[in-house]
T-cell receptor
């Protein structure tokens, strides 16, 4: 069965420093993987997605993620954090077999300090 | 419409009452999902509709929960005899494609349900 584990429930960084949000997945098939962001009192927004093309995926707002099959990881990074990046981030894997059921990780809350 | 629309945005109900939550997906999207997000928690899958196929109801927490999707468009999530533990934000999403490569799911703003 597919599953996704976000290794940190909370991450705190200073503005201008790098961001790393960790995600490991489990899948019997080649997965599709996503990162979604949820700002306070706002809806979920897609940051980026991996669908078996390039392993380094670039998303919005300067975020990127690298699919590493050998490590079953899909960590989200950003070179320099901005105050507006403070939000909840979800790593998501799809169920295989032509069935787009989304499996969400528990989420990582990112805090950015001045 | 331009996006996924959910109504009501907020619902306060008394314990034991039934509630209906509505979702209008993006026109033409064949896949529709319901999720639940409890305070401080991740998203819990409830039910998935794909075209005319039988829905995947494996995430519904009890038989008090049911959902319908009429005409392949609007969906209603019904919770009967609500309990306080049903309090959460109920999110609906729709997606234009059936299977991999994964298609982006577009989420509504959610319905915040409070059972008192």
């Amino acid at each position: 069965a597919q599953s996704v584990t976000q290794l940190d429930s909370h991450v705190s960084v200073s503005e201008g420093t790098p961001v790393l949000l960790r995600c490991n997945y489990s899948s019997s098939y080649s997965p599709s993987l996503f990162w979604y962001v949820q700002h306070p009192n706002k809806g979920l927004q897609l940051l980026l997605k991996y669908t078996s093309a390039a392993t380094l995926v670039k998303g919005i707002n300067g975020f990127e993620a690298e699919f590493k099959k050998s490590e079953t990881s899909f960590h989200l990074t950003k070179p320099s954090a901005h105050m507006s990046d403070a939000a909840e981030y979800f790593c998501v894997v799809t169920v295989s077999g032509g069935y787009n059921k989304l499996i969400f990780g528990a989420g990582t809350r990112l805090a950015v300090h001045p | 419409g331009a996006g996924v629309s959910q109504s009501p945005s907020n619902k306060v109900t008394e314990k034991g009452k039934d509630v209906e939550l509505r979702c209008d997906p993006i026109s033409g999207h064949t896949a529709l999902y319901w999720y639940r997000q409890s305070l401080g928690q991740g998203l819990e899958f409830l039910i998935y509709f794909q075209g005319n196929s039988a829905p995947d109801k494996s995430g519904l927490p009890s038989d008090r929960f049911s959902a319908e999707r009429t005409g392949g468009s609007v969906s209603t999530l019904t919770i009967q005899r609500t309990q306080q533990e049903d309090s959460a934000v109920y999110l609906c999403a729709s997606s234009p494609h059936r299977g991999p490569p994964g298609a982006e799911a577009f989420f509504g703003q959610g319905t915040r349900l409070t059972v008192v």
